[in-house]
């Protein structure tokens, strides 16, 4: 059968897990009845002396019998009941690490985010609802949809909306923002789809790759690069001056921030868009065209279906990402611009736990309510053309371009223009203040860094001890999330019941933001919990490295599962078949095929963790805990220079955390 | 003609069974109770069209899937929740799989890891030597990329040998190789097979791959078996006229019984306004569709081939219930007023016989090189007819009555 029907993979599917199933049930002794001494039966025909073979010249199936009966009472010996035990052990190592990875995620991720829960819920030891229902009718939060809540006619409140002398409230700033950004990032990030798809220039796949930077740029380090750039003595305002023309104030407006959202997200829809785009049948579009459509018509008809879901998909995270955002708003914003994530920073540090936490569950809902929408929608419409044979790409620089083929081409100039403000200014400014004194270029910066390690007093952040910090916690959160990225990757690419169930469950902790772990952490396990009389609790540092690796290990599991999905499911049964157990097969096999994919998952891991900040800045208050962003944030308000200084050293970090993602498995990555 | 190369091996004793096995998934029933059986040593052939369920019948052998009913047993041994690595079969896929980190000998010798090699030598040896069996010494240290398709099935084969499995199952090795290839390969696997004589199952979708390297056949369709025979025996009297037009091309015609024996020799059918004289098979297809009815020699202990035939028989008829079948009343038995389908092979059509001769048009023509098929239109159907002539316009042609094949009666 050339063509495997669909339908026959999905019985694969069923039964490969049905059997792994009754193996870990581990009713399988009737397997040792094939002995030795039958298959030394078997050889010996095998090897040529097949006129003399036992069960050809005894004759008959009589005998063959007997031998089997031998042979099973022979093979009781205490060496073949060891190696059972062994055996036992190793194939059921995967269930062990399921397990394993099962207690940690509990433990690391469903446990503080379930004490952030019963904080909400649980008011001077009672069950209620009355946080939510505060916070619902709070204009402040929902703005003129608190009265809604609060019981007023829904005609009044929706006159009052489309008023212009509405409130929107923080949530509603919040989604209004989300949906900005997400806007601004399209219109970024499609052009660059549209280049990058079709057409062929120098530095294509260098660029292409770059797409991926941004999720292992520290977050807080482009809010500082952002502040370098334009801030009142910022770069921008530096350029504009030197041309005569005057200062513009573009920190801490909403402007500012919509830049720096659509920096994170523009590669990202690009790069799911591009991706997209590469799988379209080049023989698709030709038969339309020779059918008769335009090239446009072509574009609507056949390209642009294939496209949408991509589409829809990079849209839907940047929504949830710009949604939950925190460090850029922190740093861009202040608290006039203040978003929910943040508000919810300020209420932890009010010390206001159960707001805290009823608002984050809040913010938690309406992200997951958005990616249910969009999972739900993507089920429905899930299109998997396999590109045969690629769109060919146009060369960028034709030698001798007419009209037509020029005005695109214009096109994406003015787009690269704008693309390279709005993605180089802010890493160049950074460094340029890095570097920038009153009289030229200066180390001063990196020296006030080196001063301050040595002189500075107890409560001031010690440029060092962020250094050291990040880079301990990072190893820690490593060793941690790897382990658990691999397994989980494993249980997410074997085909079973309830699998779906599973890819949620470990996936969860993507869409949660690092702020709710963080309170949970602190709430629960560093305030300590009372278990049969015994005080249980966790230093700062432990917590920190917890939460690093529930907020690592998606990307882990990103950069593995989709080797593994991709690897060609009969290598794997011939290797059973061969005789290799589950779990001998994943260390000879699959493991050995996916290596790159689990190097630049841990390299992503601990780009990741170098770069967090929400739970670190929630876990790290008050404590001499902090990490190189946190530390960027304590100079940013005060010292720029320093703060840019920093902001290098982590640019530093993360870029060879970068280049070695890209060189091992940036091409399979599963976003 | 009986199938002597099946004959010889009816007193073996069986090396795989499956009884009743059914598989479904959810609504769709992909195996229907299918029962059969391989004897050791035998090269025997699932034959079908795709999505007829034969690949989904060799994975479950293996035991990548997991029959709903019905069992499946290895030298008398139930392979009820055996895990796959723990039957003793060897496989090799259709694209080979061979493991691209690994050198020829490594994937050669891959198996020796869990198992001793069978013939007691070490493990470097036991490589070495299947090596030479295909054809390959001098390649251990390569790595499968740096290997032609050929040679890769050839390693894939190796590997699937190395631990001395019960039984080898094959799925589909030769088709993603080019027509040449496939036929030399073909050669190689079946002298190999022979030499080690080691039970072999073997699934393709191609008729005449099957007919060529087969000891015995079971075509299938729709997930069930229509027929278990010997190649001559599936390809000169096929029991039903799904196993009539698969193999090989045929020309099935169905008409009335105007008169049968006694009162002439041969049946006389009408087929629209003509009428056709077919010879009355004086061999019943039954006797020939399991060989262990025949082998006087059976032995009384070897229950298992006698199940065989039992089992061939069910399968076979379980799914012509509605034909009444001929083993119920001899083809003699026919009066006029029965049904009945019978198939003649392109090549028995000829425009040189008196016998049988009807008016027909040529629609089309293929020059195939040693002769010409040609397409006829006759009484608002189509017929091939296989001749050394190029043929034009309208002719005559005609066929033995001996060349026609009963494949299904319907009584009155």
């Not at chain 1, 990202?268 to 446009?296: F, H, N, Y």
């Not at chain 1, 008809?301 to 496209?307: N, T, W, Y």
């Not at chain 1, 096999?589 to 390299?603: F, R």
């Not at chain 2, 050839?154 to 027509?179: C, K, W, Y």
């Amino acid at each position: 059968m050339a063509g495997k029907e669909p339908a026959d993979t999905e019985h694969v599917a069923q039964t490969d897990g049905e059997a792994d199933a009754i193996r870990m049930n581990g009713e399988r002794n009737a397997a040792s009845l094939r002995t030795d001494g039958e298959r030394n039966a078997t050889s010996l025909r095998m090897n040529g002396e097949r006129n003399a073979g036992p069960i050809r010249t005894d004759g008959g199936p009589v005998p063959l019998t007997e031998t089997e009966e031998n042979d099973s009472s022979r093979s009781r010996s205490e060496d073949e009941q060891r190696h059972h035990i062994r055996d036992a052990v190793e194939r059921r190592a995967v269930v062990l690490f399921a397990i394993g990875t099962t207690i940690l995620l509990s433990l690391l991720f469903y446990y503080p985010v379930a004490t952030v829960l019963v904080e909400s819920l649980v008011v001077e030891g009672r069950l209620t609802l009355a946080a939510f229902a505060d916070l619902l009718r709070n204009p402040f939060y929902f703005g003129d949809l608190a009265r809604l809540f609060a019981g007023e006619s829904p005609l009044s409140v929706g006159r009052d909306l489309l008023s212009s002398e509405r409130r929107i409230g923080i949530v509603g700033f919040t989604a209004y923002q989300a949906i900005l950004s997400t806007l601004l990032s399209l219109a970024l990030g499609l052009p660059a789809a549209y280049l990058l798809a079709r057409y062929e220039f120098r530095g294509r796949r260098t660029l292409r790759s770059l797409t991926i930077l941004p999720f292992v740029l520290p977050s807080i380090m482009v809010a500082i690069g952002f502040v370098a750039t334009f801030g009142q003595n910022g770069t921008l305002n530096g350029i504009l001056s030197m041309v005569g023309l005057g200062p513009v104030e573009l920190l801490f407006t909403l402007e500012a921030i919509l830049i720096a959202h659509a920096f994170y997200n523009a590669p990202l829809i690009a790069r799911v868009t591009t991706a997209a785009w590469e799988s379209v049948d080049a023989s698709a579009v030709e038969t339309a065209r020779s059918l008769g459509a335009s090239p446009v018509r072509a574009f609507r008809d056949v390209i642009a279906p294939q496209l949408y879901p991509a589409v829809l998909m990079g849209a839907a995270l940047t929504f949830v990402f710009t949604f939950g955002t925190f460090p850029i708003v922190l740093a861009l914003g202040g608290f006039e611009l203040a978003t929910v994530e943040v508000f919810v920073y300020q209420l932890v540090r009010e010390l206001n736990y159960t707001e805290a936490a009823a608002l984050a569950i809040v913010e938690l809902a309406i992200s997951l309510g958005v990616l249910y929408a969009y999972l739900r929608y993507e089920a429905k419409h899930a299109v998997r053309s396999q590109g045969i044979r690629p769109l060919p790409r146009k060369s960028l620089f034709p030698s001798q371009p007419s009209l037509r083929e020029l005005l695109p081409r214009i096109a994406i100039g003015i787009y690269a223009v704008v693309a390279l403000v709005v993605f180089i200014a802010p890493i160049a400014s950074m460094i340029y203040t890095s570097v920038a004194g009153p009289n030229g270029l200066t180390l001063d910066h990196y020296r006030f860094l080196v001063d301050r390690q040595a002189t500075g007093a107890a409560y001031q952040v010690r440029p060092w001890s962020a250094v050291r910090n990040s880079l301990l916690f990072a190893v820690g959160a490593l060793a941690l999330s790897l382990p658990m990225g691999v397994v989980v990757s494993v249980l997410t690419t074997r085909r079973y019941r309830g699998r779906k169930l599973v890819d949620v469950i470990s996936m969860a902790p993507l869409a949660v933001s690092g702020i709710i772990v963080g309170i949970g952490l602190l709430r629960g396990p560093v305030f300590g919990v009372e278990i049969a009389g015994w005080r249980l609790a966790v230093g700062g540092a432990v917590a920190i490295i917890a939460a690093h690796a529930v907020s690592c290990y998606p990307f882990v599991v990103r950069t593995v599962a989709p080797g593994l999905e991709s690897l060609d499911p009969r290598l794997v049964e011939s290797a059973r078949a061969l005789g290799a157990s589950r779990t001998r097969t994943l260390v000879d096999i699959e493991l050995p095929l996916v290596w790159p994919g689990v190097v630049a998952g841990a390299a992503f891991a601990f780009a990741i963790s170098i770069g967090e900040f929400s739970s670190t800045v929630v876990l790290a208050t008050g404590t001499d805990q902090y990490t190189m962003p946190v530390a960027i944030e304590r100079f940013i308000g005060r010292r720029l220079g320093p703060a840019t200084a920093m902001g290098v050293v982590l640019l530093v970090v993360t870029s060879i955390s970068f280049v070695i993602i890209d060189r091992l498995g940036g091409e399979s990555f599963g976003l | 003609m009986r199938a002597l190369d099946s004959n010889q091996r009816s007193d073996s004793p069986v090396a795989l069974t499956l009884d009743n096995v059914t598989m479904r998934y959810g609504e769709t029933t992909a195996i229907d109770e299918l029962s059969l059986s391989v004897r050791e040593g035998e090269f025997f052939t699932l034959v079908g069209p795709s999505g007829c369920g034969k690949t989904t019948l060799l994975r479950a052998i293996a035991g990548f899937e997991t029959p709903t009913e019905g069992s499946i047993e290895v030298r008398g041994e139930s392979m009820e929740a055996v895990p796959p690595e723990d039957r003793g079969l060897g496989i090799v896929f259709q694209n080979y799989a061979l493991f691209p980190h690994m050198s020829v000998a490594e994937n050669v010798g891959y198996g020796l890891n869990f198992a001793e090699p069978p013939d007691g030598s070490s493990k470097e040896q036991r490589i070495a030597d299947l090596l030479a069996l295909v054809d390959l010494s001098g390649m251990s240290t390569r790595t499968p990329e740096q290997l032609s398709g050929g040679q890769q099935q050839r390693v894939a084969i190796a590997r699937a040998l190395a631990a001395g499995p019960d039984v080898l199952l094959l799925d589909e090795p030769m088709s993603a190789l080019d027509a040449q290839l496939r036929e030399r390969l073909r050669l190689q696997v079946k002298s190999i097979q022979k030499e080690l004589e080691i039970t072999t199952v073997y699934v393709t979708h191609d008729q005449e791959e099957a007919l060529a390297i087969s000891d015995r056949v079971a075509v299938m369709s729709e997930g069930t078996v229509e027929q278990i025979g010997s190649p001559r025996a599936i390809y000169d009297r096929p029991q039903s006229s799904f196993v009539a037009e698969f193999i090989g091309d045929n020309n099935v015609f169905s008409g009335e019984v105007i008169e049968a024996p006694p009162s002439l020799e041969h049946i006389r059918v009408r087929i629209g306004t003509e009428t056709i004289s077919i010879a009355p098979d004086t061999s019943d297809p039954a006797i020939d569709r399991s060989p262990s009815n025949h082998s006087p020699s059976n032995h009384s202990t070897d229950d298992s081939s006698t199940n065989d035939s039992s089992t061939n028989d069910s399968s076979t008829n379980d799914r012509s219930h509605t034909d009444r079948s001929h083993t119920d009343r001899s083809h003699t038995d026919l009066t006029p007023g029965d049904r009945v389908t019978f198939c003649v092979r392109p090549e028995k059509l000829s425009i040189d016989t008196e016998r049988n001769r009807f008016e027909a048009t040529v629609k089309n023509s293929e020059f195939l090189g040693d002769s010409t098929r040609t397409t006829l239109e006759w009484e608002d159907r189509e017929l091939l007819i296989q001749s050394p002539a190029h043929l034009i316009g309208r002719i005559a042609v005609g066929f033995d009555p001996a060349d026609a094949h009963i494949v299904r009666r319907e009584l009155r």
